[in-house]
């Protein structure tokens, strides 16, 4: 059973289906249709543990608020800490709880949806569960998808994971502020995600100082209903 946390603490439970591999690709479609037809645009953050997913929309949700009608949904293997930090910032938020489930995917994300009225909502932020490699394979119907690393993790991970950057339409190379006492070197990591994906658009950000911030926000979320 997978638990949904909704911002006023009420929690329920949300079986999931044995064969929504099968038809979740169709199930994200119809999750794109129905975000389309209220005019919600839904983008679906992944990247492994830790990798500043919460802190970036935080960033995005502090510079929007206000200006547009928002609910992140987070998704976690436990608890509702990423929750609690979204609420802190006045921000809708919604936690998921996926057990021992290593992603989100587009059959959670509906009865998610069904729960929301998206004729009062402009943008839904989903932070996917924290791991690199599953959540890719899972598209939620979500008009972008952005992975995020950083350089704590060293500087090898778009040459070992073609994959996943091959599916992103972004990539965040977060914590520049730590990339010399890491010696990681940013320009061959743009580099190499160039090349695995040159379609994706590359950002490279501190949620520390705040660089490459701004750029991001008005990129991800573009125009909405209400911009
Ligand atoms: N120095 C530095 N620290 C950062 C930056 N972004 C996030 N952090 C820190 O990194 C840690 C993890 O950040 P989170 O935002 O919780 O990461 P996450 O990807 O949401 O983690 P999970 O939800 O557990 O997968 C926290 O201690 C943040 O304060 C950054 O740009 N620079
Ligand atoms: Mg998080």
Redesign the pocket.
């Known amino acids: 059973m997978t638990k949904v946390t909704d911002p006023g603490g009420q929690v329920r439970e949300i079986a999931l289906g044995v064969d929504v591999m099968a038809d979740i690709r169709e199930l994200a479609e119809t999750n794109r249709r129905l975000l389309d037809q209220h005019n919600v645009r839904m983008i679906d953050v992944m990247?492994?543990?830790?990798?500043?997913?919460?802190?970036?929309i935080e960033q995005n949700v502090h510079s929007l608020k206000g200006t547009k009608r928002i609910v992140v949904l987070n998704g976690?293997l436990a608890t509702t800490i990423?929750q609690d930090r979204i609420l802190q910032h006045g921000v809708s938020a919604i936690q998921v709880n996926t057990g021992k489930e290593c992603h989100l995917d587009a059959a959670l994300v509906r009865s998610v949806l069904d729960g929301l009225n998206l004729d009062d909502l402009d943008v839904i932020i989903v932070?996917n569960?924290?791991n690199l490699i599953c959540p890719a394979d899972f598209p939620l119907g979500s008009h972008k998808r952005v992975v995020?690393i950083?350089v704590t993790e060293g500087p090898y991970v778009a040459l070992k994971h073609p994959h996943v950057f091959a599916e992103m339409d972004y990539a965040i190379i977060?914590?520049?502020?730590?990339a010399s006492i890491m010696e990681v070197d940013v320009s061959k990591l743009v580099r190499d995600l160039a090349n695995v994906n040159p379609h994706m658009r590359i950002f490279q950000?501190?949620?520390?100082d705040g660089r490459g911030i701004q750029g991001l926000v008005i990129e991800l979320i573009g125009v909405t209903k209400h911009a």
């Open positions: 990247g492994s543990v830790g990798t500043g997913k919460t802190a970036l976690d990423d932070e569960v924290g995020v950083s977060n914590k520049i502020d730590l950000t501190s949620c520390r």
